[in-house]
């Protein structure tokens, strides 16, 4: 016997013992992992499985779709569509939103997801991720579903996680009682629990951007990475180190591992655009398991979690992590 916690029991046990989950929300998480395992999968036949390259197509945003990215959309799409917990998906790879079609019976739950983050290291074998959000469909909202019924704050979340496709293959949840990690036993082809009640370190001596953009941040931004910069000698009065990896999934697993802060933030290049990271898909979720871990997430200004969505895609510049280095790069902008 085995003393290991699977994903199915760790869910079953927030549906019974802490009264967290209702059923449909349980069988809609099992079904989430499972098509993430499929994901981890094909991400790892890599080259041998023929899925790396390009598609020779655009998403609804501009950008060139890799296979990865247009398989990741369907494994998740068909995995969910049957099931009878879902009333619609939206997709970072799909302009408008996905009915569950008729022939299936309609749930009250809205998945939302990224189905590849970190696309640009697909082919180059670096971690990549899905993240996903889970919403309930508005009460009164009727049989049909509309982007409208999307548009909701991520404060209203009722499930979050990302599943990272690393060394080991990780899937990060949070149905509000705190994050709790799970690693893919690919031997008994289950979820396992590894770790439970996470929590981010409130200082940090690690920040990660993209400072190949340092030129176009604002003010705030610039102040705050060159305090850091400045180290033992500078007014924070100790060295930091960076990082960067271009997929947010592994940056926000770093941090939620051993803290840090992680930023996209506004900048100039395309002044009329929140951001580069989408909010309902990316931001959202990844604010709610950064908060339940003890972090902040912002936008410069207010809370992420608290920002009203006016459309399916759109963007949000991104401060999250460890909750003192946060405060004070929202201090920064308030000042
Ligand atoms: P994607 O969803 O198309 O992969 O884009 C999002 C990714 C994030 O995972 C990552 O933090 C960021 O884009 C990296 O951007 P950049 O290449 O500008 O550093
Ligand atoms: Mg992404």
Known sequence: MSNHISLSRYLVEEQRVAGKIPAQLRLLLEVVARACKGISHAVNKGALGGVLGTAGSENVQGEVQKKLDIIANEVLIEANEWGGHLAAMASEEMDSIYLVPNRYPQGEYLLLFDPLDGSSNIDVNVSIGTIFSVLKKPEGSGGGVQESDFLQAGAQQVAAGYCVYGPQTTLVLTVGDGVAMFTL?????????????????????????????????????????????????????????????????????????????????????????????????????????????GGAATNGKERILNIQPTQLHERVSVILGSKNEVDRVTSYHLS
């Open 185 to 293: 036993d690919r031997e008994q082809g289950s979820f396992v629990l590894t770790q439970e009640k996470v929590q981010i370190p409130a200082d940090t001596k690690e920040f990660a951007i993209n400072m190949s953009n340092m030129r176009h941040w604002d003010e705030p931004v610039k102040r705050y990475i060159d305090e850091c910069l400045q180290g033992k000698d500078g007014p924070r009065g100790k060295d930091f180190n960076m990082r960067w990896i271009a997929s947010m999934v592994a940056d926000v697993h770093r941090i939620l591992t051993r803290g840090g802060v992680f930023m996209y933030p506004w900048d100039k290049r395309e002044p009329n655009k929140p951001g580069k990271l989408r909010l309902m898909y990316e931001a959202n979720p990844m604010s709610w398991l950064v908060e339940q871990a």
